[in-house]
């Protein structure tokens, strides 16, 4: 079974900063999908960044960019220039391509930006 | 383009009554799933379904929930004879068939039940 870690339960940080937010998974599949999906107060799941495990390169999207360690079994993601609109719950989140693509979500990181 | 949605956003039973969700996934989508999240957890996977087909449902209690999608109209979650526990989020999500399938999933704005 497939496991995912994140530590660190809660973080602030001032508006325009860049932040890291760790995350670990444990798994003996060799090819899945990793995803960090944010829930603002609005409760909503919005997918922020994915990444597939076969690729090398690190996912980017605009201001997201995520530190992808495969053998380390790490997925963090990086927040450059922090906007208050950016406070939310963000939750890493595991998929084993194939099967039956259910997510494996971890406990979540609550993170404050602050102005 | 409409989203995911579900319905009721809140929805109020007491201990021993019966709640049903209801979820309409995006167009075109063909597979559908059921998270629940508890107050200060992650999701939690429930069941995953296609139209009159339950694919896995290794996440489902064994007593008192169900799950359908039938061939015409939203999937719905069934919980019967509800207990305070069962207060929580419930998400719905879905996903394009096979080969349009990019591994992503689209959330509803999840469904809150509360039991008395």
């Known amino acids: 079974a497939q496991t995912v870690t994140q530590s660190q339960p809660e973080m602030s940080v001032q508006e325009a900063e860049t932040v890291t937010l760790s995350c670990t998974y444990d798994?003996?599949?060799?090819?899945?999908?990793l995803f960090w999906y944010k829930q603002p107060p609005s409760r909503q799941m919005i997918l922020v960044i994915r990444?597939?495990?076969?690729?090398?390169q690190n996912a980017t999207e605009n201001r997201f960019s995520v530190n992808f360690q495969k053998a380390a079994k790490s997925f963090s993601l990086k927040i450059s220039d922090s906007q208050l609109g950016d406070t939310a719950m963000y939750f890493c989140?595991?998929?084993?391509?194939?099967?039956?693509?259910?997510?494996?979500f971890g406990k979540g990181m609550k993170l404050t930006v602050n102005p | 383009n409409a989203g995911v949605m579900q319905n009721p956003r809140h929805l109020v039973r007491r201990r021993g009554q019966e709640a049903r969700l209801r979820c309409s996934p995006m167009?075109?989508?063909?597979?559908v799933y059921w998270y629940r999240q508890l107050p200060e957890e992650g999701l939690k996977f429930m069941v995953y379904?296609?139209?009159?087909?339950?694919?896995?449902e290794s996440g489902m209690p064994k007593e008192r929930f169900s799950a359908e999608f039938p061939k015409e109209g939203p999937s719905i979650l069934r919980i019967q004879q509800v207990v305070r526990g069962d207060s929580a989020a419930y998400f719905c999500?879905?996903?394009?068939?096979?080969?349009?399938?990019?591994?992503?999933?689209?959330f509803g704005e999840g469904s809150r039940l509360t039991v008395l």
């Open positions: 989140a595991f998929m084993k391509q194939g099967g039956s693509e259910k997510l494996v």
């Open positions: 990444q597939e495990a076969y690729k090398q």
């Open positions: 167009k075109g989508h063909s597979h």
């Open positions: 798994t003996s599949e060799n090819n899945y999908y």
């Open positions: 999500a879905s996903s394009p068939p096979g080969f349009l399938n990019t591994g992503e999933l689209f």
């Open positions: 379904l296609q139209k009159e087909n339950i694919i896995d």
